[in-house]
């Protein structure tokens, strides 16, 4: 298995657009899990999925946030309209409820807002 | 909320030992998790521990007392290529499926 695929590794965007960040899980893995991690706040949990369900979008910041699971292999994170303290790393990861290793993470998304 | 504290940074010279603490305060514990993560990159799995006692995987050691809420990772013969972050992470049991991630100890080698 390729691992955990994010896209785009890096993005730079001005202020005000939209801004979609996109993950494929592992094949298996009915968990899915987007996080944000920035020096002050370390890895902040956004929103998380089982079985392409919802299941806790409490980290989501504000409504400018959403996410999807339309299928076991793809996910996205929206940002609409973007705002500068929104650069950050975003992460993806998935597991299964019984995967010893814990999370597998992607390589990560670094949003640049301007 | 969930408690999960580990000190902010170390420093450390080559060939020498350091232990990095986590202590932990969650309702519910199922296992603890510990990731490293370089600059720039994705966290990656380095151990787990569900039961109290010690897990050793060649130059690092994980440890686990469940009544203290403690876990320690300790890294032998360091070198320099360990300066990472060092991230604690708490599997609560619950069927929520997620993982509570401390603020990760930032590790310094020199040489």
């Known amino acids: 298995d390729a691992g955990v695929i994010q896209s785009p590794r890096h993005e730079v965007t001005e202020m005000g657009q939209e801004v979609t960040l996109r993950c494929k899980p592992i094949?298996?893995?009915?968990?899915l899990f987007w996080y944000r991690q920035t020096m002050m706040r370390g890895l902040e949990l956004l929103i998380y999925f089982n079985n392409n369900v919802p299941i806790d979008d409490s980290g989501m910041p504000e409504d400018r946030f959403s996410a999807k699971m339309p299928n076991a292999s793809f996910s996205t994170l929206k940002i609409q309209p973007s705002e500068p303290r929104d650069s950050a790393v975003y992460f993806c990861?998935?597991?299964?409820?019984?995967?010893?290793?814990?999370?597998?993470f992607g390589s990560g998304t670094r949003l640049t807002v301007v | 909320g969930q408690n999960i504290d580990q000190p902010t940074e170390m420093t450390a010279t080559e060939g020498a030992i350091v232990q990095i603490n986590c202590t932990y305060q969650t309702s519910g514990f199922n296992g603890l998790f510990w990731y490293q993560q370089h600059a720039g990159e994705a966290p990656t799995f380095l151990s787990y521990?569900?039961?109290?006692g010690l897990e050793e995987k060649g130059r690092f050691s994980s440890f686990l007392s469940r009544s203290k809420g403690y876990s320690y990772l300790l890294l032998k013969e360091l070198q320099m290529k360990d300066s990472a972050s060092y991230l604690c992470?708490?599997?609560?049991?619950?069927?929520?499926?997620?993982?509570?991630f401390g603020r990760g100890t930032q590790l310094t080698v020199w040489p």
């Open positions: 094949s298996g893995h009915d968990y």
């Open positions: 990861a998935s597991n299964s409820r019984d995967e010893p290793t814990g999370y597998t």
């Open positions: 992470a708490v599997d609560r049991g619950s069927t929520l499926g997620r993982l509570y």
């Open positions: 521990n569900v039961l109290d």
